[in-house]
């Protein structure tokens, strides 16, 4: 049996009030699955965060984290122990005034992003390079996870 929530005679029901809610929780949902951070409860701005992809090779872990607009100066990088932290700010263009504007999808602002790597590397060896706004930074794996072939002897 369905529970039916009965409303005062006249009263207008409105069928669309609650996609507003459901809305922000696939916002926040999906946030958290692609490990973006949360927004700030009662905050009507979500906080940007740069898209990231990782992939392994034979020697190297490579990761290319996308911050178009970013200026390199703007980027900071960190690695402690196994977590690598991209920190920075994306500038908004002030040639323009706000309220000038017919649509403004690009987000500005501070970001950070926190991503643990999933095997150990050679922390003094890690190097970063900025291109087209895509930042590449390569991890040589550490010696003793390095897949290391065996001679075989034929008698």
Known sequence: MA???FRPFGQVVDPFRDLGDIQ???NRL???FFGRPAPQTGSIERVWAPAVDMHETKDELVMNIELPGVSEKDIQLSLTGDV???KGERHWNQ??????YHRA???SGRFERTLPLPITV???????SYRDGVLTVTFPKAEEIKAKEIKIDVL
């Open 3 to 5: 529970l039916v929530r």
């Open 24 to 26: 922000s929780e696939m």
């Open 30 to 32: 999906f946030d958290s």
């Open 84 to 86: 690598l932290t991209v």
């Open 95 to 100: 040639d323009v005034k706000q309220e000038n």
């Open 105 to 107: 999808e690009r987000w």
């Open 122 to 128: 050679q922390a003094d060896k890690v190097k970063a």
